[in-house]
């Protein structure tokens, strides 16, 4: 071989090994930031589980049943048209914050506040709202925290009371980043869980447009017959105050008292025998891979 051509050749192999090195240490750099979060944050444990999209419409419900938060979907998303990609979308948002590194947590806040930035409008009774009022975000994220901490444990038994006071602080930090006054953040897990009440007593009172969008919440597939829907009906009533039962038409009479209790003792003993890939979801998967110890 030509000593010029072998010598070119050795540089490009070079190139090429130096390239593949930064290309590895920006990957093993990105890997090894935890994100916005403790490696072992309870937000991390409880959102990896993949029985946790069970309890997605009872969180969705309990957002909507808000007037203001019911107009601002009604008005300008594409949800009652298209529920399942926005669902997606949404799903994809949250645990992009939880697992993702801190650069890509940091754009799925930046993305949802983006988003937030163009809604506000009137709602049916001429209230004025905006998707970035503070007591809107706060009582989205109260939603969020207390049906899933609730489903959670509904399945795999409780928490400790410090676990649980962590979770509201993982969801407090959450609900900051996205621009809500820590003086409006109820102190407590037992202060948060008030808060609801008093919300569902006084705001939290679904007008025609709740309901609404409730119905395509509840059915978002209108092709399906109801009784395919019955388990996950028992499940979003049993996660559901009454009041809000009542309010969406979902029954929660023995019949669904049972089923719920089924479906929760099948998720419990099938998820120690199920493969990872089924019970755990893909972002968790990664991360765990990634903070595995060595």
Known sequence: MNPSVALAADDVDRAFEREAERANERHTRSVRDPGILAVDSVARRINRESFLLLGGTA??????????VAAGVDQHSDFR????????????????????????????????DRVHAHIRGKAQDGRAYVARDPRLMLWVQT??????????????????????????????????????????????????????????????????????????????????????????????????PDSLRS???????????????????AVRAARPALPRWITVVPQARRYEEAFAPR
Not at 204 to 218: K, L, M
């Open 59 to 68: 969180a969705l419900l309990m957002q909507v049943a808000h007037p203001l």
């Open 81 to 112: 048209r298209a529920p399942l990609p926005r669902l997606i979308r949404t799903v994809d948002s949250t645990l992009a914050i939880v697992f993702g590194d801190r650069a890509r947590a940091d754009r799925a806040l930046r993305r949802i």
């Open 143 to 240: 939603t969020l925290v207390l049906t899933s901490l609730r489903w959670y444990e509904m399945v795999m038994g409780p928490f400790s009371d410090r676990e649980r006071e962590s979770y509201w602080e993982e969801g407090k930090f959450f609900a900051g980043e996205l621009g809500v006054p820590h003086d409006l953040f109820p102190s407590t897990l037992a202060d948060l869980i008030r808060y609801e009440k008093l919300m569902l007593r006084t705001e939290v009172v679904p007008d025609a447009t709740a309901i609404g969008v409730a119905r395509d919440v509840i059915r978002p597939f209108g092709w399906l017959p109801n009784l395919a829907y019955w388990p996950n009906d028992a499940i979003t009533a049993g996660l559901l």
């Open 247 to 265: 309010a969406f038409g979902l029954r929660f009479g023995p019949a669904e008292r049972r089923c719920l209790r089924a479906v929760t003792v």
